[in-house]
C-alpha cells in the first residue's frame, strides 16, 4: 500500500514514499548485507563533536534477543511489531567519558535513526519507530550502562498488504492518510513562500 504526500514541492522519491506500516510479511528475512547497510548508514550520520553516542542492539524474528524485546512492547506495539523482520533498539549515550551531560545525545541518535530509516527504505523496506516500550527491562535484559539510554525501537521488514491486519483498529489506521501541520505553522520566523 502506498501513500502520497502532499507536499508544495516535489521531494526524493523515498522520503515522498516513506511511511510508517504497521502490517509486516512474518515471513520475510532480510539479507545480512542490507542490514550491514542500515547499521552503516546509522553509523555515517552526523553528531556534535562527531560524539557518535548511538549503540545498537539487533534482533531478528525468530532469535531469543526478538522473543526478549517483543515482552517488553506496550499496548498494540505487541499485536503488530513482532511480524517485523528486524529489531533494532537505539539507545545513546548520555554522558561524555568523563561524566558530563551530552546536550545532544537524544537528537545524535535520532539522526543516526533517520539515517538508517531512509536507507532501509531505499532498499525496499519498511521502518516504523516505537517509544511504547519497557526502557528498564531492556536495560537490565541487556546489561546495559548506565549512561546509555535506550530510546526507539525501529520494526524493520517487508510490508504487507494492510488486509494482513486482524485488528480492526489497526486496519483502520494502516489506511488512514497521512498528515502534517501545514509549513506556515511550522516556520515561525522568516519568509517563505509556501506556495
Ligand atoms: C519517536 C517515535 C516513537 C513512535 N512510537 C510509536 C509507537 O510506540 N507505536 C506506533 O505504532 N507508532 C509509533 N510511532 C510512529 C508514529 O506514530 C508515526 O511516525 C507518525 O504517526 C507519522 O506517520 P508516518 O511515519 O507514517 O508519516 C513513533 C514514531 C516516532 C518518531
Redesign the pocket.
Known amino acids: 500500500m502506498r501513500k502520497s504526500v502532499d507536499s508544495s514541492v516535489e521531494l526524493h522519491p523515498v522520503l515522498a514514499e516513506?511511511?510508517?506500516p504497521?502490517s509486516y510479511d512474518s515471513s520475510a528475512v532480510i539479507p545480512d548485507q542490507d542490514v550491514l547497510a542500515f547499521l552503516e548508514a546509522a553509523r555515517w550520520a552526523p553528531s556534535a563533536n562527531n560524539g557518535q553516542p548511538w549503540r545498537f542492539i539487533i534482533a531478528r524474528r525468530g532469535d531469543e534477543h526478538f522473543q526478549n524485546i517483543s515482552k517488553t512492547l506496550s499496548g498494540?506495539?505487541q499485536v503488530w511489531a513482532p511480524s517485523a523482520s528486524l529489531f533494532v533498539v537505539v539507545s545513546t549515550l548520555t554522558t561524555t567519558p568523563d561524566g558530563k551531560p551530552r546536550a545532544t545525545a537524544m537528537y545524535d541518535a535520532g539522526l543516526s535513526s533517520a539515517l538508517l530509516t531512509v536507507e532501509a527504505h531505499h532498499r525496499g523496506y519498511a521502518v516504523?519507530?516505537?517509544?511504547?516500550f519497557d526502557r528498564e527491562i531492556i536495560k537490565n535484559e541487556f546489561g546495559l550502562d548506565a549512561a546509555l539510554a535506550p530510546i526507539?525501537i525501529l520494526a524493520i521488514g517487508k510490508q504487507a498488504p494492510a488486509s494482513s491486519l486482524v485488528d480492526p483498529v489497526l486496519k483502520e489506521r494502516e489506511e488512514a492518510p497521512?498528515e502534517r501541520l501545514p509549513l506556515s505553522e511550522l516556520v515561525v520566523a522568516g519568509n517563505i513562500a509556501t506556495s
Request: net charge positive; charged share 25%.
Open positions: 516513506r511511511w510508517s504497521r498494540f506495539n516504523h519507530q516505537i517509544a511504547g526507539v497521512r
